[in-house]
Structure formats: structure tokens, C-alpha cells
């Protein structure tokens, strides 16, 4: 049963247009959300988190909001740039919990054309 | 350059073998983490150690297993493959326990092929 979702493989835009990368979860014992970026042939990298005690963080062109009600997270990326290319996985952790691992999503491929 | 390295970068064996994988975290990092990434699948947590002792467990099959050592490097042992162990393999490091509070650095994968 996926916890995190992210139901949409593929999104493309235009530069200089807004991305929006939406994830979904199901565990509302969640409390602690990250957004890991991926290129091919390497590692992912973080990028932004949110802990649920807020609904926006925001980091130069990239903002990730919360919606706890609706158990939704969202990340922003304006303006969008082809370097921005690659996978964007969706994580989710239990910070109460002690000792807590991530959840992920299983990922959405951005497309920035030119 | 995430600080991570994980060696062999490719794998190709046959179905019943065994294959160890390699990591050494980023200096200084006293967790590692190993996830599997499948063609369906997003990434998906096995197994965390912490200063050599095992912390946390996830989808891990008992066909695997998995230490660290003194030194801090950490190997994946993946016994009698199936084809469906045919994966992105990645290892993630950082500084504490509590990782969720602390970036999880990733190396850049070991692609393991059962044939």
C-alpha cells in the first residue's frame, strides 16, 4: 500500500512557466516532508522540506506547500528552467517516532522545454 | 558530488548467485541507509544502520542482508537472486539518527541485472 503518492508520472512546461508537483499521502502520522530531485546516472539530491508544523517553505524559486486537511503537498518551481529536468520524488517521514526513515513517492519526470 | 561512493556501479549475475554491495558514507556521517528503486517502484527503504548497529528496517527481503563496519562502510549482501531483484540499488548517509531532521546524502547507485 503506497503511503506517498505521486500520481502523475510526467509533467512538461515551458521555461520561464510555473512547474507544480503535487503528492498525495494516506499515513496521517506523517509530520515531516522532503522533495528529492534526480538526474539520470546519479544519486537524489534533497532539495526542500516542510515540517507540518507549517504550510510553506520557501527556497529561491522553488516553494513546497502543505495542505495537512487534505493530506496533500505540493512543490512550486517558478520560473521553471530546463536544468530543472528530472525526476522529483516525494518523501515523508515520522519525526515523533524516534529514529525515522523516509517514505517515498515514486517520483514525477519534469520536462523543461526552451 | 554527494561525498557518498558506492561501488560496483554495474552488476550483471545470474539468477541463485549472490552479490555484495558496496558504500562508504560521507566522512563524518554515522548513518547509512539502503533503498531499492524498481522499474514500478519509487524508492523503497530496506534497512538503516547507525554507528554499526542496525536502527531501522524496511521492505528487506530475508534473502538480504546487510552491515556496517567499523570504519563506517557498509555492505548489502543479496543472496539466491531472482530476476525481480534486478534494481537500482542506493545507498544515503547522514549525520545522525534522527535523518529526517538531517539530509540523507545518496550515492549514485550500483544497477544490479539478474539474468
Known amino acids: 500500500d503506497q503511503q506517498v503518492k505521486q500520481n502523475s508520472p510526467s509533467l512538461s512546461v515551458q521555461e520561464g512557466r510555473i512547474s507544480i508537483l503535487n503528492c498525495d499521502y494516506t499515513n496521517s502520522m506523517f509530520d515531516y516532508f522532503l522533495w528529492y530531485k534526480k538526474y539520470p546516472a546519479e544519486g537524489p539530491t534533497f532539495l526542500i522540506s516542510i515540517s507540518s508544523i507549517k504550510d510553506k517553505n520557501e527556497d529561491g524559486r522553488f516553494t513546497v506547500f502543505l495542505n495537512k486537511s487534505a493530506k496533500h503537498l505540493s512543490l512550486h518551481i517558478v520560473p521553471s528552467q530546463p536544468g530543472d529536468s528530472a525526476v522529483y520524488f516525494c518523501a515523508a517521514a515520522i519525526m515523533n517516532s524516534g529514529y525515522s526513515t523516509l517514505t517515498f513517492g515514486k517520483g514525477t519526470m519534469l520536462l523543461v522545454s526552451p | 558530488d554527494s561525498g557518498v561512493t558506492q561501488t560496483p556501479k554495474h552488476l550483471i549475475t545470474a539468477t541463485g548467485q549472490r552479490v555484495t554491495l558496496r558504500c562508504s558514507p560521507r566522512s563524518g556521517d554515522l548513518s547509512v541507509y539502503w533503498y531499492q528503486q524498481s522499474l514500478d517502484q519509487g524508492l523503497q527503504f530496506l534497512i538503516q544502520?547507525?554507528?554499526?548497529?542496525?536502527?531501522a528496517k524496511g521492505n528487506i527481503l530475508e534473502r538480504f542482508s546487510a552491515q556496517q563496519f567499523p570504519d563506517l562502510h557498509s555492505e548489502l549482501n543479496l543472496s539466491s537472486l531472482e530476476l525481480g531483484d534486478s534494481a537500482l540499488y542506493f545507498c544515503?548517509?547522514?549525520?545522525?539518527?534522527?535523518?529526517?531532521?538531517?539530509?540523507?546524502?545518496f550515492g549514485p547507485g550500483t544497477r544490479l541485472t539478474v539474468l
Open positions: 544515503a548517509s547522514s549525520g545522525s539518527a534522527r535523518e529526517a531532521y538531517n539530509e540523507q546524502f
Open positions: 544502520y547507525y554507528n554499526g548497529e542496525e536502527r
